[in-house]
């Protein structure tokens, strides 16, 4: 089923999300329903606050739709190993339009469980990198917009404002 993707200002975005801990048919739905919801927006990564549930699930599909294989949930992620360093152009759902280069590790590792509730972990270097560090900071109620200079972040903030009062966000 598609959810409806929120936008900032809401709320929901903006605070910690709650862990997972029933993994059930309920969960996988929600798993489903949030691909669905991905692939709609044509996005490649999506975090269930997005869809305005605060539980700590994301996922993310680099090669939108192309492969299944690539299909990645994590649930309950943390990042245990952080290295390097990458400044590159986020973009996110919630912030449509919004574009901004972000600092962020080159490669990380991240330990999750998946829609079974077993433990596992997975490296990410690059774009891979990115989207983890970028989806889990929406678990952490973090923007990515929170993670540019005060000076970008205001001319954001602005021109929302006036795509706001357009009618046009
Ligand atoms: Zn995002």
Redesign the pocket.
């Known amino acids: 089923m598609l959810r409806e993707i929120v936008k900032y200002p809401d709320p929901v975005l903006e605070r910690p999300s709650e862990p997972v801990t029933e993994f059930n048919e309920e969960l996988r739905t929600l798993v489903d329903d949030m691909f669905e919801s991905m692939y709609e927006a044509k996005?490649i990564?999506?975090?269930a606050p997005?869809i305005g549930v605060a539980k700590r699930i994301t996922v993310i599909d680099l090669s939108f739709q192309k492969d299944p294989e690539d299909k990645i949930v994590l649930i309950n992620p943390v990042i245990i190993f952080r290295e390097g360093k990458q400044y590159e152009e986020?973009?996110?759902?919630?912030?449509p339009d919004i574009r901004e280069k972000v600092s962020r590790a080159a490669k990380v590792t991240v330990k999750a469980q998946d829609a079974d509730g077993e433990w596992f972990e997975m490296d990410g270097e690059e774009l891979l990198a990115r989207a983890f560090q970028?989806?889990i900071?929406?678990l952490d109620g973090v923007?990515?917009f929170r993670r540019v200079s005060a000076l970008k972040r205001d001319l954001i903030l602005r021109r929302i404002r006036k795509l706001q009062k357009a009618g046009d966000w």
């Open positions: 996005g990564g999506l975090a997005q986020e973009g996110c759902l919630s912030l970028h989806e900071d929406h923007l990515f």
